[in-house]
């Protein structure tokens, strides 16, 4: 149980076009999704928290413009990052968590975002 | 705000040997979560253990346990008969109780298992 997927795995594409990442948690219902961004060889850092219903809570220094997030139901969050350049390249990952506070994130397999 | 911090960068160690794995971490809050995640070269990010801080029993999943000593904010894992599988990037996190769940991750430790 707790399946979280995320789609695409890998997107190429240039400089100027808008990306959406898709978030979804198969078998149970997450009123809670987080967006991470992870640089080569580095941790992962929590862009935004996302709750269905009601609008993203973005970290300090992360732009909302640049980085839409919707959380329309309560089995799907997407990320679209608008207007990509090349330093927006990176690996995005989601996760999930139920509606307890007691349970744990469910992370997705990750997006690796090219921009060229 | 709080930190975690994982001061070995690198470990290997032979097949079927134990490993521990260090994190101390830093906060103001009394009650809160630590998880050990592990990536992978697939990037995919999977929960390893989770330990509550009110409990002061060490939690353990199979070959994985911790040693959760609150007062010292340290919270360190062990893998027992350690096997090639569990090569991977091992992070530390800390979560906050109800209204700040966001995780906090370490830098990583890059965990090899040798055969």
């Known amino acids: 149980g707790a399946v979280v997927s995320q789609h695409p795995s890998w997107v190429i594409c240039k400089s100027g076009t808008s990306v959406k990442i898709e978030c979804r948690s198969l078998d149970f219902q997450a009123t809670t999704m987080f967006w991470y961004r992870q640089f080569p060889k580095q941790s992962l850092m929590l862009m935004a928290t996302s709750n269905e219903g009601s609008k993203a809570t973005y970290e300090q220094g992360v732009e909302k413009d640049k980085f839409l997030i919707n959380h329309a139901s309560l089995t799907l969050s997407t990320l679209t990052v608008t207007s990509a350049h090349p330093e927006d390249s990176s690996f995005y990952i989601c996760?999930?968590?139920?509606?307890?506070?007691?349970?744990?994130?469910?992370f997705g397999d990750g997006t690796r975002l090219s921009i060229l | 705000a709080q930190t975690v911090t994982q001061s070995q960068p690198e470990m290997s160690v032979q097949e079927a040997e134990t490993v521990t794995l260090s994190c101390t971490y830093d906060t103001s809050e009394s009650n809160y979560y630590l998880f050990w995640y592990k990536q992978p070269p697939s990037r995919q990010m999977i929960l390893v253990i989770r330990?509550?801080?009110?409990?002061?029993q060490n939690a353990t999943e199979n070959r994985f346990s911790v040693n959760f000593q609150k007062a010292a904010k340290s919270f360190s894992l062990k893998i027992s008969d350690s096997q090639l599988g569990d090569t991977a990037m091992y992070f530390c996190?800390?979560?906050?109780?109800?209204?700040?769940?966001?995780?906090?991750f370490g830098t990583g430790t890059r965990l090899t298992i040798i055969p």
């Open positions: 996760s999930a968590r139920g509606p307890s506070s007691n349970q744990p994130q469910h």
């Open positions: 996190a800390f979560s906050g109780r109800v209204g700040n769940e966001k995780l906090t």
């Open positions: 330990q509550e801080a009110y409990k002061q």
